[in-house]
């Protein structure tokens, strides 16, 4: 069989931004059914950057097996004009091990990091929340913005970044579908806020526990190596959290930080996302209490959307065949 290669333009052809938000659910679902699994991620260091290994199986209409490896190299927009994440997914076919695609990573870890802070949000942010605040301004930020865009009825947007003319050009970007104010004191813009998203490469904690009022719903998306953190430990210790995946929060996340702090423990988390998917644990229950999503991000999110990927390939015939044991 031959492996169909699928490029970044390829993918957002064929998966436009809201599609990620029913392909992670149902990776949530499967897992909660125990009909997923994925072992924990590798990260190996390069010479100017970090690269991640991901791998996870799902069963359900088929049992597929995705791999997929980014590099992640922050200075690469400004030292050479590239983008900081690169890589690709490749998809298998998890009967016979035949592989079925091939295909770029960027925009698939993209939309899926944010369908999953979205998923989350569903369940911990209160429903009338209306106002945003998102720390870091790079690609993943706009991203987030409108994947929630999709399910809160956002209205003001603050945008915060240390280089602050990325938060002015996303504030342009985003002009007119929402009143976006680029903010140089994050601190007094997250007290106005009902949502906190940080998605930086920060390597120290800046969000404190005074930033946050009651209700807040917090999503820490940058802390996916042992090295970031974005969430001071008594601002962890202080919420209700909900992990992506609770062991690998603890080895990479804001939570590892948290426990070697000694503001929580390993089962003070509570829950992972998939429980509150299946309904197995509440999410919000009351409207002062303050959540928090620790999202180290799990390769069942890069399965779920590259199967359904290939299959919108194939049906409309997109993609270049290759025979790779020619």
């Not at 690269?51 to 030292?79: D, Q, R, S, T």
């Not at 590259?306 to 020619?326: H, K, M, N, Y």
Request: proline share 6%; hydrophobic share 45%.
């Amino acid at each position: 069989m031959e492996t169909l290669i699928l490029t970044r333009s390829d993918v957002a052809a064929l998966m436009p931004p809201p599609d990620y938000l029913d392909a992670v659910e149902a990776e949530f679902r499967a897992l909660a059914e125990g009909r997923a699994c994925a072992p924990p991620p590798m990260t190996i260091p390069g010479a100017g950057g970090t690269f991640h290994a991901k791998g996870a199986a799902i069963a359900g209409e088929g049992h597929f097996v995705a791999f997929k490896l980014n590099g992640n190299f922050p200075p690469n927009p400004e030292a050479r004009g590239m983008p900081t994440i690169q890589g690709a997914i490749l998809l298998c076919d998890g009967a016979t091990g035949t592989p079925l695609a091939i295909m770029d990573s960027a925009e698939v870890t993209l939309r899926r990091t944010a369908a999953a802070t979205t998923l989350a949000a569903r369940y911990l942010a209160r429903p009338e929340s209306e106002s945003l605040l998102v720390c870091g301004c790079g690609a993943q930020a706009e991203a987030q913005i409108e994947a929630l865009a999709e399910i809160l009825a956002l209205r003001t947007i603050f945008l915060w970044d240390l280089q602050r003319e990325r938060a002015q050009a996303l504030a342009g970007r985003l002009a007119g579908r929402f009143d976006t104010v680029a903010v140089s004191d994050p601190a007094a813009a997250a007290r106005e806020c009902d949502v906190i998203v940080t998605c930086t490469t920060a390597c120290a904690p800046f969000v404190r526990r005074d930033w946050l009022r009651p209700g807040t719903f917090v999503a820490a998306v940058g802390a996916d190596s042992p090295d970031k953190s974005e969430i001071d430990p008594d601002a962890m210790g202080g919420a209700k959290v909900v992990a992506d995946v609770a062991a690998q929060c603890a080895a990479i996340g804001d939570l590892r930080h948290a426990i070697a702090a000694g503001t929580m423990q390993l089962r003070d988390v509570h829950a992972e996302l998939h429980e509150l998917v299946a309904g197995t644990k509440p999410g919000r229950t009351d409207e002062r209490e303050i959540t928090l999503f620790d999202s180290t991000r799990t390769a069942l999110q890069d399965v779920a959307s590259a199967v359904t990927i290939l299959r919108r390939a194939r049906a409309a015939g997109r993609g270049r065949p290759l025979d790779l044991a020619a």
